[in-house]
């Protein structure tokens, strides 16, 4: 395997080139019978990319232990674009019944008066969360998969993404793992506190983040293109594929 230095430069072109390949206009390629979720579809592709530019910039800052939330979202938005290049428009039912769900408890979460919110804006609120919790979306068995765990076993069974975003869960939140990542107080050893993460190289999570980010970025264009008519980004796709050394990892 290649020095995580050239990989992560490799990538970072790639990256780029990938930028250049969503710039294009891809309206003519919706799908006569697939609008919802070619819209819901780019969104997610349209976040996945500015995710992962996020952790390119903090990565070339020696920033890159601090974009785990950054890297735990962007793994998440790619597997829910693959699920609707997989599953269509029950996808698309499946997440809308999880936003009315959500929709209810945050609307529920909210008091006006601890936001000074006006009466006007208020009455809004509870119009749109009346029209919003009486929408009839009915369960399906593909609800599972708007829960993180299960999606990603059912996309990655080798289990590689599922790990990765298990890692940087513990990195997100505050957690043992994070607190550990500042001080080191082994047996018989003088105890030692530090203000940027230290590990060994070998566990440094953040040495192949623009690889990292490349590689996600291009699993959301290549579920994209399937749900595009003419898969027009395939032959691309491939190049830019070669270019970066990606199947050189596979």
Same mark, same amino acid.
């Given at each position: =395997?290649?020095?995580?230095?050239? =990989?992560?430069? @490799? ?10 390949? #969503? +710039? ?5 390629? !919706?799908?006569?019978? /697939?609008? %919802? ?23 070339? @800052? *020696?920033?890159? &232990? ?8 962007? !793994? ?14 029950? +996808? ?9 769900? *959500? &929709? /209810?408890?945050? $609307? ?16 809004? =609120? ?6 919003? +919790? ?19 076993? %059912? =996309? ?5 993404? *599922?790990? !990765? ?5 513990? #990195?997100? &939140?505050?957690? !043992? ?10 047996? $018989? ?17 953040? %040495? ?17 293109? %399937?749900?595009?008519? /003419?898969?027009?980004? *395939? ?16």
């Amino acid at each position: =395997m290649a020095h995580a230095h050239e =990989m992560n430069e @490799r990538a970072i072109a790639g990256l780029e080139s990938l930028g250049i390949l #969503l +710039a294009q206009d891809v309206t003519s390629h !919706i799908p006569d019978d /697939g609008l %919802r979720t070619f819209l819901v579809g780019w969104g997610f592709l349209a976040e996945s990319y500015r995710q992962a530019t996020v952790v390119v910039v903090l990565h070339n @800052r *020696k920033l890159g &232990h601090h974009t785990s939330p950054n890297v735990r979202l962007l !793994i998440e938005t790619v597997a829910q674009l693959w699920r609707l290049a997989e599953d269509g428009d029950a +996808a698309v039912d499946s997440l809308n019944r999880a936003f009315q769900l *959500k &929709h /209810g408890k945050l $609307g529920a979460a909210i008091d006006p008066s601890a936001f000074g919110l006006t009466a006007e804006t208020v009455a809004v =609120m509870d119009a749109a969360r009346t029209e919003v +919790a009486s929408a009839i979306v009915p369960p399906q068995a593909g609800d599972v998969y708007t829960n993180v765990a299960p999606l990603l076993d %059912r =996309m990655d069974p080798a289990g590689r993404w *599922k790990a !990765i975003w298990l890692a940087t869960t513990q #990195l997100a &939140h505050p957690t !043992i793992t994070l607190a550990r990542c500042f001080f080191t107080d082994g047996p $018989g050893e003088p105890t030692r506190l530090y203000d940027a993460p230290h590990y060994e190289e070998e566990l440094d999570i953040a %040495r192949f983040l623009p690889f990292q980010a490349f590689n996600l970025v291009f699993l959301a264009m290549e579920a994209f293109d %399937r749900i595009m008519t /003419g898969s027009p980004w *395939k032959a691309e796709l491939t190049r830019i594929a070669d270019t970066a050394g990606l199947s050189e990892t596979s």
